[in-house]
């Protein structure tokens, strides 16, 4: 297990072509997005590196206003998640904006900038729990408990990957909140509005193409194709339980994208 682990993270680190992510743990839409983005890091793996900018989605509800999507309190939030579940395919327990609302994603980014200090492959497993945590079981993820908890869970569940202590230590130290801190200037920095939001570009280059929003995978290859011509999949997903095995797990529109069948 911590041979695929080291596996994975050597894949993150190394690659022609670079991508920064744009996210936030509680942002819809980059749940959503997740089929895709998995199957271009599987389909791709050893050709492309990444890093994930934590986007700081919700401050706080009396600051927070989503006039595109007309959400200014957590209630409006509930209907939002129900079209991204029918939009997308992929499971969202919209019920949580009723039941159990997060008061704000930023103790969600800090959390996951205090894995990524143990480790990139660390921070991105762990960011996907906490997605899951929200997305698939209603937990709140402003509760730095509940963010203790995922982090304890994971570290039992992928032994090696991730200390739960140092992790819990970590959530409340200065250097997890600067981290978190540099990635909110640069999301200021670069104007970016909406999650996810991909920037791709040729290793050692400046320019590149940016992928902003919900996007089908053929979006994700033209864009690749635009920064590097020469760029070829290194594999392709042909069965089921070996995609979910790569994953440890995957939701079943998560499977359908791998295997080519993507969604209306």
């Known amino acids: 297990m911590i041979d695929k682990e080291n596996k994975q993270e050597k894949n993150q680190e190394a690659g022609s072509v670079e991508i920064e992510v744009y996210t936030d743990p509680l942002c819809c839409w980059s749940w959503a997005f997740e089929p895709q983005w998995r199957r271009l890091r599987f389909e791709y793996s050893g050709k492309v590196k990444w890093r994930y900018i934590m986007g700081g989605l919700i401050a706080n509800w009396d600051s927070f206003n989503d006039p595109m999507n007309s959400v200014n309190r957590p209630l409006q939030m509930g209907p939002l998640w129900l079209e991204v579940k029918y939009k997308s395919g992929m499971p969202i327990q919209d019920k949580v904006w009723y039941q159990n609302p997060p008061k704000s994603s930023y103790p969600a ?3 996951v900038k205090a894995a990524e200090m143990q480790s990139p492959t660390a921070a991105e497993v762990y960011l996907r729990k906490v997605r899951e945590a929200v997305m698939l079981h209603g937990k709140d993820i402003s509760d730095w408990e509940v963010l203790q908890k995922v982090g304890h869970e994971l570290a039992k569940a992928q032994p090696g990957l991730l200390d739960g202590e140092k992790l819990q230590q970590d959530m409340g130290s ?5 981290a978190f801190e540099q ?4 999301v200021r920095l670069h104007g970016i509005s909406r999650f996810p939001t991909l920037t791709i570009k040729k290793a050692g280059e400046e320019n590149g193409v940016m992928i902003v929003g919900y996007r089908p995978y053929e979006a994700l290859q033209t864009a690749l194709e635009q920064v590097e011509p020469n760029l070829q999949p290194t594999k392709q997903a042909t069965d089921e339980e070996a995609y ?4 440890h797990d995957a939701t079943a529109r998560e499977v359908q994208e791998a295997l080519g069948a993507g969604v209306a």
């Open 244 to 247: 979910k095995a790569y994953w």
């Open 183 to 186: 990635d909110l200037q640069k």
């Open 109 to 111: 980014c800090i959390a």
């Open 174 to 178: 200065k250097d997890a909140r600067s």
